[in-house]
């Protein structure tokens, strides 16, 4: 079976693919950044899969492979970055064999927050995260809610026998099952994310329709509510807000030779 990951980066999807097919497999990576391929040609040399999967730099938008090349030609979380994803899966059905498989891997449009203790700031973040999604939309064309409007697409590129599944996910810190040193870390790792990208953030948030207001009381809110997670574990482990998101699998083929 030949499989390609379009979108690679560093590689985890594609070592993941390498691994759920042992045998007769080869798995190819390709992303447009050099530097990410480099990475993921060291990793993968230490997972011991160098020989299984090979990488290459390439857009998306113009493969590096030729007509009917692979038996499956996946992404995950590439669509959502691109403002034309009818022609990355134009390109990824044309290196796919007929009859074989084009899969994508991407966010959909539920995401979900809510705090029993605070009405309010669950209504604020809720808006934040409507108006990051319309900001990212506006300025860059991206759709990070992409996921529900693959099938549509994928139809739109041609491809038959379209189907999709959801896979749902949601995080409590209350969860017993998650470390509580893991549960800091993921607030910590977040909250630092956003501090160093704030600028850009706060663009998108205006620029999705969130006043400047209620964009600095956010951001407040959530200073606050960090340093208080990150202050006392008794907090954290009574904290029952819980926030929920989804992920699209959309899959479809491309038509066989005698179809
Ligand atoms: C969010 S990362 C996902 C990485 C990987 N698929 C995973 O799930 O771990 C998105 C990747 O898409 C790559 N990318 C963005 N635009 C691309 C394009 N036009 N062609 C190929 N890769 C692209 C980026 O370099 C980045 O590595």
Same mark, same amino acid.
């Given at each position: 079976?030949? $499989?390609?990951?379009?979108?690679?980066? *560093?590689?985890?999807?594609?070592?993941?693919?390498?691994?759920?097919?042992?045998?007769?497999?080869?798995?190819?990576?390709?992303?447009?950044?050099? =530097? &990410? $391929?480099?990475? =993921?040609?060291?990793?993968?040399?230490?997972?011991?899969? &160098?020989?299984? $999967?090979?990488?290459?730099?390439?857009?998306?938008?113009?493969?590096?492979?030729?007509?009917?090349?692979?038996?499956?030609?996946?992404?995950?979380?590439?669509?959502?970055?691109?403002?034309?994803?009818?022609?990355?899966?134009?390109?990824?059905?044309?290196?796919?064999?007929?009859?074989?498989?084009?899969?994508?891997?991407?966010?959909?449009?539920?995401? *979900?927050?809510?705090?029993?203790?605070?009405?309010?700031?669950?209504?604020?973040?809720?808006?934040?995260?409507? =108006?990051?999604?319309?900001?990212?939309?506006?300025?860059?064309?991206?759709?990070?809610?992409?996921?529900?409007?693959?099938?549509?697409?994928?139809?739109?590129?041609?491809?038959?026998?379209?189907?999709?599944?959801?896979?749902?996910? &949601?995080?409590?810190?209350?969860?017993?099952?998650?470390?509580?040193?893991?549960?800091?870390?993921?607030?910590?790792?977040?909250?630092?994310?956003?501090?160093?990208?704030?600028?850009?953030?706060?663009?998108?948030?205006?620029?999705?329709?969130?006043?400047?207001?209620?964009?600095?009381?956010?951001?407040?809110?959530?200073?606050?509510?960090?340093?208080?997670?990150?202050?006392?574990?008794?907090?954290?482990?009574?904290?029952?807000?819980?926030?929920?998101?989804?992920?699209?699998?959309?899959?479809?083929?491309?038509?066989?030779?005698?179809?």
């Amino acid at each position: 079976m030949i $499989i390609v990951d379009v979108g690679c980066g *560093t590689g985890d999807f594609t070592r993941y693919l390498a691994r759920l097919n042992p045998g007769k497999c080869r798995v190819i990576g390709v992303d447009s950044r050099a =530097a &990410s $391929i480099k990475a =993921a040609e060291v990793e993968t040399k230490k997972a011991g899969l &160098s020989k299984r $999967i090979v990488f290459k730099v390439g857009d998306v938008n113009k493969l590096p492979l030729e007509n009917d090349y692979a038996d499956l030609t996946c992404c995950r979380t590439l669509l959502m970055h691109l403002p034309n994803p009818l022609i990355a899966v134009k390109e990824m059905t044309r290196v796919t064999r007929p009859g074989g498989s084009v899969a994508a891997v991407e966010p959909g449009g539920m995401r *979900t927050f809510h705090d029993p203790k605070d009405q309010k700031f669950t209504e604020l973040a809720l808006a934040v995260e409507k =108006a990051y999604r319309a900001g990212i939309k506006n300025l860059e064309g991206k759709d990070f809610a992409i996921g529900e409007k693959l099938p549509g697409v994928f139809q739109e590129a041609g491809l038959l026998g379209i189907r999709a599944e959801v896979q749902a996910d &949601s995080w409590v810190n209350s969860d017993p099952r998650r470390r509580l040193r893991d549960v800091r870390e993921e607030i910590k790792f977040g909250w630092q994310m956003f501090k160093e990208n704030e600028k850009t953030e706060r663009r998108y948030l205006l620029a999705g329709g969130l006043s400047p207001e209620r964009v600095r009381s956010f951001v407040r809110q959530q200073e606050r509510r960090v340093k208080e997670y990150l202050s006392s574990d008794d907090k954290l482990r009574n904290d029952t807000s819980t926030y929920g998101a989804s992920i699209f699998i959309t899959i479809g083929n491309k038509r066989a030779g005698e179809d």
